[in-house]
T-cell receptor
Framework: SAVISQKPSRDICQRGTSLTIQCQVDSQVTMMFWYRQQPGQSLTLIATANQGSEATYESGFVIDKFPISRPNLTFSTLTVSNMSPEDSSIYLC????????????FGPGTRLTVL | SQQGEEDPQALSIQEGENATMNCSYKTSINNLQWYRQNSGRGLVHLILIRSNEREKHSGRLRVTLDTSKKSSSLLITASRAADTASYFCATSGAGSYQLTFGKGTKLSVIP
């Protein structure tokens, strides 16, 4: 299995500002993903974080709003840019282990509230 | 989209009883996974069942998969108060590692 940590665990931000969320995995992983979970809802995939290249975004999500970096195999960041109250959600990163990408392990999530 | 749909949306049972949650999906899958989420925290992976498997056990968990009906069930036996959480199924298609999540079942186990 893998242990995934996220920072910050929660934050309260003002409209128009940006927040960068960090995700660190304790194992060598191949795939890393970012999800959004709006209040009372299920998880929606934002993008696949690719090492050393641009992330692959799902329909409805764009790089200008959610820039993602993945400088190495075990670390990724997601920035939520120019925030509005509609961005209030839990943001979760997940990873699939090298050699066994079927199972995804999730971080504890970052609870974001935008005022 | 192969988004899963869980039912029931909410389930309340007494401690010691069994809890059954169902998941349906729309398209062919490579595997189906069940996750637990405690009160807005991160997801904990419970069990993975592949498309060529019909049943799998892990401790008090039993998962079945019926690909002809595009459905899966999660049974938790002898439930405990600590099982109180939301349970999600998630599917991935052939050649894809991306997960598509269902809406979840909120389970409450009353001591």
């Amino acid at each position: 299995s893998a242990v995934i940590s996220q920072k910050p665990s929660r934050d309260i931000c003002q409209r128009g500002t940006s927040l960068t969320i960090q995700c660190q995995v304790d194992s060598q992983v191949t795939m890393m993903f970012w999800y959004r979970q709006q209040p009372g809802q299920s998880l929606t995939l934002i993008a696949t974080a690719n090492q050393g290249s641009e992330a692959t975004y799902e329909s409805g999500f764009v790089i200008d709003k959610f820039p993602i970096s993945r400088p190495n195999l075990t670390f990724s960041t997601l920035t939520v840019s120019n925030m509005s109250p509609e961005d209030s959600s839990i943001y979760l990163c997940s990873a699939g282990l090298a050699g066994s990408t079927d199972t995804q392990y999730f971080g504890p999530g970052t609870r974001l509230t935008v005022l | 989209s192969q988004q899963g749909e869980e039912d029931p949306q909410a389930l309340s049972i007494q401690e010691g009883e069994n809890a059954t949650m169902n998941c349906s999906y729309k398209t062919s899958i490579n595997n189906l996974q069940w996750y637990r989420q405690n009160s807005g925290r991160g997801l904990v992976h419970l069990i993975l069942i592949r498309s060529n498997e019909r049943e799998k056990h892990s401790g008090r968990l039993r998962v079945t998969l019926d690909t002809s009906k595009k459905s899966s069930s999660l049974l938790i036996t002898a439930s405990r108060a600590a099982d109180t959480a939301s349970y999600f199924c998630a599917t991935s298609g052939a050649g894809s590692y991306q997960l598509t999540f269902g809406k979840g079942t909120k389970l409450s186990v009353i001591p």
